[in-house]
């Protein structure tokens, strides 16, 4: 009678587990739901650095908007922050994204 080795079962059972949990992720990226939703947030985040751009153009015909507000010392800021979030969102890291989030809008009121 021969034993297997605990040690080779344990790595072959943790092995077909994550094998089952790749193509599962596999099979949600190829998704309806996702490519939608996916292609919702790329809309946004570009509409978004879109808007960031046209108030950065429209300031310049003030040269005191600039000293007086604060959201356009932070542009680099605000667009960095949504297209991380962009990156963040297509990875499937949703916490770190959600911090971003509550950055922009935080600092979106602020500014």
């Known amino acids: 009678m021969t034993e ?12 077909t587990k994550r094998d089952g949990a790749v193509a599962g992720h596999e099979a949600l990226r190829k998704s309806q739901n996702f490519e939608t939703a996916a292609s919702r947030t790329t809309a946004l985040v570009s509409d978004y650095t879109l808007g960031l751009q046209s108030v950065s153009m429209m300031s310049t015909r003030w040269s005191g908007f600039g000293q007086t507000r604060l959201s356009l010392r932070m542009h680099d800021l605000f667009l960095e922050s949504a297209i991380s979030t962009l990156s963040l969102v297509r990875e499937g890291m949703l916490n770190p994204a959600r911090r971003e989030l509550r950055f922009l809008l935080e600092a979106s009121i602020k500014a």
Not at 4 to 15: F, N, Q, W
Request: proline share 8%.
């Open 4 to 15: 297997e080795d605990p040690v080779k079962a344990a790595i072959s059972a943790i092995v």
